[in-house]
């Protein structure tokens, strides 16, 4: 297990909120760096079950060698599907981190960060055909536009789409420093780094389809729960804890769950001072009712 790959956030309060049965069967649905999977593995019997999901092959090297562990390449937006096909009647607890890996952010090749130059990808399953690339020289300005305006909240989004059509005009925009040449003038003299995170938020959130796969798998996996199994969510931005919420919210309406957390669960300041990423994390839990 690489424990540099990621470091899990929230993973003491995630973990205690799922309440453990040694013989229970669990869902790793963003397995990443495996630190919450193997915190889970420390609570399993030997007659537990534990299915870790990941749409990146390079997370899935890190699966241990674990005859209760079930390891699935796949978005976890099927998660149903999984749960069923290994012949569980359902899962006694999912858990899902919804933040980018720290391998993924670190890894000059996969293009997901403007702290190096290399070429615009941020695709989490390398074997799909559309990366940011593809994105910024081929989507119309409009489209452009609606992407930065919606996934990453930018203010002036139609002036970034304009200048990005008036830069790929001239020569494709296929790089990182592409790109940040191709929005130089719009990047405020401070807080450049946080004007190009929500760029580069948008983009990712666009190239991996995050809130349409979001929005169909929370049904699905409050359905892949048994009576009384508890789903926790980490979502890090406000689209998609809005989502998580809403997805709860209707459960409870619907008289299929109830929420453990009235409010979410927040890392304290330990945390976020040994791990910066931590500091926009939210933890929401909820229990399927019991028949």
Same mark, same amino acid.
């Given at each position: 297990?690489c424990s540099?790959?990621?470091?899990?956030?929230?993973?003491?309060?995630?973990?205690s909120s799922?309440?453990?049965?040694?013989?229970g069967?669990?869902?790793d649905?963003?397995?990443?760096?495996?630190?919450?999977?193997r915190?889970?593995?420390e609570?399993?019997g030997?007659?537990g079950?534990?299915?870790?999901?990941?749409?990146?092959e390079?997370?899935l090297?890190?699966v241990?060698?674990d005859?209760?562990?079930?390891?699935?390449h796949?978005?976890?937006r099927?998660?149903h599907?999984y749960?069923r096909?290994?012949g569980?009647?359902?899962?006694?607890?999912?858990?899902?981190?919804?933040?980018?890996s720290s391998?993924?952010f670190?890894?000059?090749?996969?293009?997901?960060?403007?702290?190096?130059n290399?070429e615009?990808d941020?695709?989490?399953?390398?074997?799909?055909?559309k990366?940011?690339?593809t994105i910024i020289n081929s989507y119309e300005r409009d489209r452009?536009a609606e992407?930065?305006?919606v996934?990453?909240?930018?203010a002036d989004?139609? /002036?970034v789409?304009?200048?990005?059509?008036?830069a790929? !005009?001239?020569?494709?925009?296929?790089t990182?420093?592409? #790109?940040g040449? +191709?929005l130089s003038?719009?990047l405020?003299?401070?807080?450049?780094h946080?004007y190009l995170?929500?760029?580069?938020q948008?983009?990712?959130i666009?190239?991996?389809?995050?809130?349409v796969a979001?929005?169909?798998?929370?049904?699905?996996?409050i359905?892949?729960?048994?009576?009384?199994?508890i789903?926790a969510i980490?979502?890090y931005h406000?689209?998609?804890d809005?989502?998580?919420?809403n997805?709860?919210?209707?459960?409870?309406?619907?008289?299929?769950l109830?929420?453990?957390n009235? /409010?979410?669960i927040?890392p304290d300041?330990?945390?976020i !001072?040994?791990?910066?990423?931590?500091r926009?994390a939210? #933890?929401?839990v +909820?229990?399927k009712?019991?028949?």
């Open positions: 297990m540099a790959y990621h470091i899990p956030v929230l993973l003491e309060q995630s973990i799922l309440c453990i049965k040694p013989d069967v669990y869902v649905a963003t397995f990443g760096g495996g630190g919450h999977s915190a889970i593995l609570k399993l030997p007659k079950r534990l299915i870790v999901m990941d749409q990146d390079d997370a090297e890190n241990p060698q005859k209760r562990v079930i390891a699935v796949s978005n976890f099927f998660i599907n749960v096909y290994h569980f009647d359902g899962a006694d607890g999912i858990i899902a981190d919804l933040g980018v391998h993924q670190d890894t000059e090749e996969r293009g997901f960060s403007f702290r190096f290399s615009l941020m695709r989490m399953n390398q074997q799909a055909a990366d940011a690339k452009l992407m930065f305006r996934y990453g909240e930018v989004a139609g /002036k789409a304009d200048l990005i059509c008036k790929r !005009a001239t020569a494709p925009i296929d990182t420093e592409d #790109l040449r +191709a003038s719009v405020p003299k401070f807080g450049e946080k995170a929500k760029i580069y948008a983009l990712r666009e190239v991996n389809d995050e809130m979001l929005e169909k798998f929370m049904p699905l996996a359905k892949s729960l048994k009576p009384g199994g789903i980490i979502t406000s689209l998609e809005r989502i998580v919420k997805a709860v919210r209707d459960g409870v309406d619907a008289g299929i109830e929420k453990v009235k /409010k979410p927040l300041e330990n945390e !001072a040994g791990n910066t990423r931590a926009s939210k #933890l929401r +909820a229990q009712k019991k028949n």
